[in-house]
């Protein structure tokens, strides 16, 4: 049975789509963009800023399924831009370590959900 996951400690979705689902032991996080949930407001100061939020929204999503980023089986990242692909990178590394690290693609397109730079979606091994 299928399990819907949300919480008020992420951005609410906006569109027909829950922040993540649950089910058979798999949980799969919607993608997530740099909206602060508190504000409701994008964080774009930097791609640092930017990721760093979307990455928070993904561990508040975690959390409320009772689970942390060491459950992430893989991570789909897309970017606007290839140019920020180390910057990106350096802030994705400080939530996945090198050992732990989930199975991942981070791959351009052209444009994203308003006109952000990073979105992540992820699945995770629930417990």
């Known amino acids: ?46 791609i640092e800023a930017e990721t760093h939020q979307v ?14 980023y060491q459950d992430v089986l893989k991570c789909s990242v897309f970017v606007s831009d290839m140019g920020n692909y180390g910057r990106i990178n350096a802030v994705y590394a400080q939530y996945f370590d090198e050992e732990n690290a989930p199975a991942r693609e981070l791959v351009e397109v052209s444009a994203l959900p308003k006109y952000v730079n990073v979105e992540i979606s992820a699945i995770a091994a629930a417990k």
């Open 55 to 68: 990455l928070k929204n993904i561990g508040a999503i975690l959390r409320a399924a009772g689970l942390s």
């Open 1 to 46: 049975m299928k399990m819907i996951v949300n919480t008020s400690d992420a951005p609410n979705p906006v569109g027909p789509y829950n922040q993540a689902t649950h089910h058979q032991g798999v949980l799969y996080i919607s993608g997530q963009i740099a909206i602060d949930p508190a504000t409701g407001e994008l964080v774009k100061d930097n």
